[in-house]
Each structure stands twice: as C-alpha cells, then as structure tokens.
C-alpha cells in the first residue's frame, strides 16, 4: 500500500510540475509579447522625436525668425536716430 501512495504522490507532483511548465510558457510568451509591442511604440516614439527635432530647427532657424518678424510682425531693425544708450 505504501507504494501505491508514493506513486500516487509522484504522479501527481508530476502533473504539477508540468502544468507549472505550460503556466510559465504562457507567462513568458504574454511578456515577450508585451515587449515586442513596447519595443515599436518605443521606435515609433524616436522617430517621431527625431522629426519633430529637425522640425523645431527649422522653425528655429535665423533667417526664419527674421523672415516671420518682418512679414507678419512688421518688424524692422531700429535706426540709428532711434537708439538711445544708456550709462550708468
């Protein structure tokens, strides 16, 4: 009777370790899965950044600065008569 028990006992600590095994597949496939689809909203995010950079460069740019302050702004560089400096 006593070995009828222990292969009872290893038979299922058997079924148990397996079923653990299938458990932690799933898990990692679930995890690899997550990280996948991290990994490319991560690289679409770079992308986007790198685009948007050399967007604001543009926009940055001197010669734009100076372009839209004239046209828009009606901007001009102040003459020499129009200076006043100041000293302490």
């Given amino acids: 009777m ?3 028990v222990l292969l009872a ?3 299922l600590a058997n079924v148990a370790s397996a079923l653990l095994i299938v458990r932690d ?3 990692h496939r679930q995890a690899f ?4 689809r991290l990994e490319k909203a991560r690289d679409a995010l770079n992308i986007e950044f790198g685009r948007l950079q050399l967007e604001q460069a543009t926009w940055a740019e001197s010669n734009r ?3 839209v302050a004239r046209t ?3 901007m001009v560089f102040p003459r020499t008569e129009d200076t006043v400096v100041l000293r302490r």
């Fill in 33 to 36: 899965v997550e990280l996948s």
């Fill in 9 to 11: 006992v290893l038979v």
């Fill in 65 to 67: 600065v100076d372009q």
């Fill in 72 to 74: 828009r702004l009606g």
């Fill in 25 to 27: 597949r799933h898990e």
């Fill in 2 to 4: 006593n070995r009828y």
